[in-house]
């Protein structure tokens, strides 16, 4: 019983302070008086019921003071909107940002692959690997409990109708080892998946579609399964579609079906070559299964034993006398899998980013809080002085401040929402469709949610503690401007202050860097009207030709093509010019690979047909370009012959970086390079094309080589592109169309855009890059300019009278102007400098952790514009931002300021 | 029923119903009302401390029951305590409830009769 009793009245005691002057003492007083009835009537449970009815309605008490502080709340930022609004979107910018980065980063690098079981088990090394080698890690039962192989991007032309009729669309599929889905734990929706022991070679070749093939190309028909359709020509049977949801693994290149690698090469040309079998054809991503209880860690470490062992059975394998690491695990079971090493780095750099985007936000709306309780304190001590608490007190006032972070909260989710939309509709200049997702995710919504709550409670404790600390009688007394303690050192607005500008002049700078070190490393000019220049596609074999046939289609349709009256000239390529280079190479200028002394260079490979360079208008530096010649010779199949060094050399291109890079000065033309087995006779060198994304090790040095009868037979996903120059102002198109068509009409045209549509497409991501960036840089300046602002309006106010007085004694305007403005001045030095130097030690550290940065680092950090213009640009609005209100100092008149006492 | 502020009030609360039903008489205290309610329920209704200042509390911002400053004669007057009267509003409510009560109560019965017959 008093036991209860003390409860009971330490719960009395946290009534709020209003409903404790009144109803206190006879609450506690009923409470002693009843309790011993209450024991005697209803015994120990009467006890329980005595406590939970006051712990009840203390709860409810808090609730209802909650909704009228909140009440108040809205109406007082009612009454000054301007206020109001400005901390709305200083939030909301802050919190959009940080809410569509995070959703991006989560979405792109940290997501579980959806529909797959235990994400978390599954493993993929970075490189692919062969498929030989990953039916000899499948036998590590004691690391994996699975291992399968798939190849992602794989471009089928799929008629629906089994006979023939209809136009083939191009859908991306992956090829698969008959265990993938049990790897992956997917279950179907409908019908089977594929597995090992009812897909074996030489079975009717059996596909597996996704639930969007269904719905999209087949509008969900109940008699989907069972269906046949044409694979590149070829008889193929529905036999199961996957549940909705299940993208494959690497989601990000679409995937509509499933084509077990059981089916023939005439379905699949790249398994061709007997990719199956032979052990350095490493045409195949492998994504394994973890066994039980294995980590990561030691599951990499034995699959590195394993391919070691592997590498050395095989006498012609450069690698073996590597000592390097041979494999890289990644988390399999991700949506975009980077290596491990990585996520550590990219989420600092993003980190910093949203950090100080944030931090500038957050630090705005508390100077702007402190500014306003300033001016409040009249109001407050009234309040206090009639008999408020000073919790109450508070309470009220980071209640208006949990307002506006809620409000800045939904803006931030608006904007976060309107960027993802933005960013969804940027297509990438690429071969295949990429499903990337840039959906907010509902942890977004926790995530900006949760964070404008705390930066809401956070950033106005401070400020409320500090208003509601004036001394009653002194605050009553003055005016309403009254001296804060401690302002002229480190009073916390100047810290606000000072951690404003360093902070912004920080942002302003790292993302200027990128800006800059992005466009520089993405300057392509044509020296021709990109209009005039059309981009298609064609891929015969995927249409059911024989490689044969396609190589004699790709022989004559030059020829053919530069017989239309408008077209001036032709050229094949494996890939449109100027897109993301399709694969690098390691080239080095000895003439022996294994020398111990070679230097390596890692070059971009691209593969162009004959007057390539002649069609883009590109004179020839030295040497010559490729010719019909060089498209026809010989190549022996990828890695067949067991030795290699006897394999043809091939002509190549090199562009000026590349020659310069492997050769120095000397004359590249004539010389020799190799790369793994094969080697290249250098017959030309070409100005630097500039193209990519600096992605890549150094992606400025490129190789060019010739299209040759293998990539008409096996063509790249993105098809065989054809360049066509034409007069200006003519249609080409139709005449190129109704030509193909004569030729044969069921050739599938694709892709088809100018090249500067084309380059439009390729500059849009970076663009959306640039924009984000840009904006975040210029974000944080306007939210550093209207700080400041704040801060020196608030100074003048506050010094009215000293200002007054100073006039009335003689001082003047330009000395006020000055007197004012200089302690704003200092501020925005300090900050300036504290913030270069953390500009650069950020990007010192980003730089040395990942070559990812380093490129853009690199080029950009010497820059005298940025580095020279971008505190002189922030210099510059941070003075007019004080100038601003600091004239208004100069407009006080001294009579009236003295009479307001 | 004509007058539509009162029809606001209606039904009231229960744990209102007894503290206004326990001002009617007379001006009490919180004590005093809890004991009142104890007593004309028979100990079935007991008003736990927190809830009936809680309610007092709501009962006074909604105008249906003011502080009574009058004291009792000091004799029986206990110093220390608040005492309580209702409103005229107050006074109209209860009565609106009552009537609102009856008339339940009577068509209760009708029912039971048609039932038993």
Redesign the interface.
């Known amino acids: 019983m008093n036991f209860a009793l003390r409860i009971y009245r330490r719960l009395a005691e946290a009534f709020p302070h209003e409903f404790k002057l009144v109803y206190g003492p006879d609450l506690g007083q009923l409470g002693e008086d009843v309790v011993a009835d209450v024991a005697r009537r209803h015994g120990i449970a009467g006890l329980i019921r005595l406590v939970a009815d006051i712990a009840l309605c203390l709860a409810a008490e808090y609730l209802s003071e909650m909704r009228r502080d909140l009440r108040y709340a809205v109406r007082a930022l009612i009454k000054s909107p301007g206020f109001a609004l400005v901390g709305i979107i200083s939030l909301g910018l802050g919190m959009g940002i940080t809410t569509s980065v995070f959703s991006r980063v989560w979405n792109q690098m940290f997501r579980a692959l959806p529909g797959v079981a235990n994400p978390g088990e599954l493993v993929m090394p970075q490189n692919p690997v062969s498929y030989y080698y990953i039916e000899q890690y499948r036998a590590e039962k004691s690391l994996l409990a699975g291992a399968a192989a798939f190849r992602n991007g794989v471009p089928f032309n799929v008629a629906l109708e089994a006979n023939g009729n209809g136009r083939p669309q191009r859908v991306f599929g992956q090829l698969v080892s008959p265990d993938y889905f049990a790897v992956l734990g997917v279950k179907p929706q409908r019908g089977r998946v594929l597995n090992p022991k009812m897909d074996k070679p030489g079975d009717a070749p059996a596909v597996v579609i996704t639930d969007r093939f269904w719905r999209d190309r087949l509008n969900a028909s109940p008699d989907a399964l069972g269906q046949t359709l044409r694979l590149n020509g070829q008889t193929a049977t529905i036999v199961g579609i996957t549940p909705k949801g299940f993208k494959g693994a690497m989601p990000i290149v679409r995937t509509e079906l499933f084509v077990p690698v059981t089916v023939s090469a005439a379905l699949a040309s790249e398994l061709s070559n007997d990719v199956l079998h032979k052990h350095d054809a490493k045409a195949f991503q492998a994504i394994m299964r973890l066994a039980p209880g294995v980590s990561i860690d030691s599951a990499e470490a034995g699959l590195d034993t394993v391919t070691r062992r592997l590498d050395n059975q095989d006498p012609s394998n450069l690698r073996r006398a590597d000592k390097g690491r041979r494999v890289t695990l990644l988390d399999g079971g991700t949506v975009l899998p980077i290596p491990r090493a990585m996520k550590p780095v990219v989420v600092a750099f993003l980190g910093v980013l949203v950090g100080l985007v944030l931090t500038i936000a957050c630090m705005n709306l508390a100077n702007m809080l402190l500014a306003r309780g300033a001016a409040r304190r009249k109001e407050i001590a009234i309040r206090v002085s009639v008999g408020a608490s000073r919790f109450r007190l508070i309470r009220q006032l980071m209640t208006e401040g949990v307002v506006i972070a809620m409000l800045g909260g939904f803006a931030g989710l608006a904007l976060a929402y309107g960027l993802s939309v933005l960013e969804s509709q940027v297509r990438l200049p690429q071969a295949m469709p990429q499903d990337l997702d840039y959906s907010l995710d509902w942890r977004a919504f926790v995530f900006a949610f949760a964070l404008s709550i705390i930066s809401g409670i956070g950033f106005s404790l401070a400020p409320a503690l500090q208003t509601t600390k004036a001394e009653l009688a002194s605050t009553l007394k003055e005016g309403s401007a009254v001296q804060l303690r401690g302002y002229r050192r480190f009073g916390m607005r100047n810290l606000l202050v000072v951690g404003q500008v360093a902070g912004s002049l920080m942002l302003l700078l790292i993302t200027g860097f990128l800006v800059i070190g992005f466009s520089r490393t993405n300057n392509f000019q044509t020296k021709f009207d990109a209009n005039t220049m059309y981009l298609l596609a064609i891929d015969p074999v995927r249409d059911g030709y024989s490689p044969e046939k396609a190589e004699a289609l790709f022989e004559k349709l030059p020829e053919r093509l530069r017989a239309i009256g408008s077209v001036q000239s032709v050229a094949l390529a494996a890939q449109a010019p100027f897109s993301v280079a399709s694969g690098t190479a390691q080239l080095t200028a000895s003439k022996d690979p294994r020398d111990a002394s070679r230097t390596l260079k890692v070059v971009a490979k691209e593969t162009v047909g004959a007057g390539y360079f002649a069609t883009l208008s590109e004179r020839m530096l030295a040497g010559r370009e490729f010719t019909e010649r060089d498209q026809r010779i010989e190549t022996s199949e990828d890695g067949s012959s067991a030795d290699g060094s006897n394999m043809v050399p091939l002509p190549a291109v090199l562009n000026e970086s590349a020659a310069r890079g492997l050769f120095g000065n000397a004359n590249a033309v004539g010389q020799r390079v190799s790369e793994d087995k094969q080697s290249y006779d250098v017959v030309g060198v070409v100005r630097d094309l500039k193209h990519g994304m600096a992605d890549d090790d150094d992606p400025t040095l490129v190789m060019y080589i010739p299209l040759t009868h293998r990539d008409f037979a096996n063509p790249p996903a993105g098809g065989v592109t054809i360049m066509l120059r034409s007069n200006a102002g003519a249609d080409a198109l139709g005449g190129v169309r109704r030509e193909i068509a004569s030729i044969d009409p069921n050739l599938n045209v694709f892709d088809v855009r100018t090249l500067s549509e084309h380059l439009e497409l390729s500059r849009a991501y970076m663009r959306v890059a640039l924009d984000t960036y840009g904006g975040i840089g210029v974000f944080g300046l306007v939210l550093a300019a209207i700080g400041l602002a704040g801060v020196t309006a608030y100074a003048v106010a506050r010094r009215r009278k000293e200002i007054g007085i100073r006039m009335a004694l003689g001082a003047r305007k330009a000395q006020v102007l000055r007197l004012v403005l200089r302690e704003g001045v200092a501020l925005v030095i300090v900050g300036s400098v504290l913030g270069f130097l953390g500009a650069m030690a950020i990007v010192r550290v980003l730089s040395s952790l990942t070559s990812m940065f380093a490129d853009s680092f690199n080029v950009s950090v010497n820059d005298p514009l940025l580095v020279v213009g971008a505190p002189l640009l922030l210099g510059a609005l941070a003075l007019i931002a004080c100038y601003i209100p600091a004239r208004r100092s100069a407009k006080i008149d001294p009579l009236k300021t003295l009479r307001e006492e | 029923m004509a007058d539509p502020d009162l029809q606001s009030f209606l039904p009231l609360k229960t744990q209102w119903f007894h503290i206004m039903l326990s001002l009617a008489g007379e001006e009490q205290?919180?004590?005093g009302i809890?004991q009142g309610v104890l007593e004309r329920t028979g100990?079935k209704v007991?008003l736990?401390?927190?809830?009936?200042?809680?309610s007092?509390?709501r009962l006074i911002e909604a105008e249906l029951i003011e502080e009574s400053d009058e004291r009792p004669a000091p004799e029986v007057d206990d110093a220390?305590?608040?005492y309580y009267r209702l409103t005229a509003l107050g006074r109209r409510v209860l009565n609106a409830e009552c009537d609102r009560l009856q008339e339940l109560v009577r068509a209760i019965r009708v029912s039971q009769i048609m039932v038993t017959e």
């Open positions: 205290h919180g004590y809890m100990g007991r736990w401390p927190a809830t009936l200042y809680g007092l509390k220390r305590r608040r």
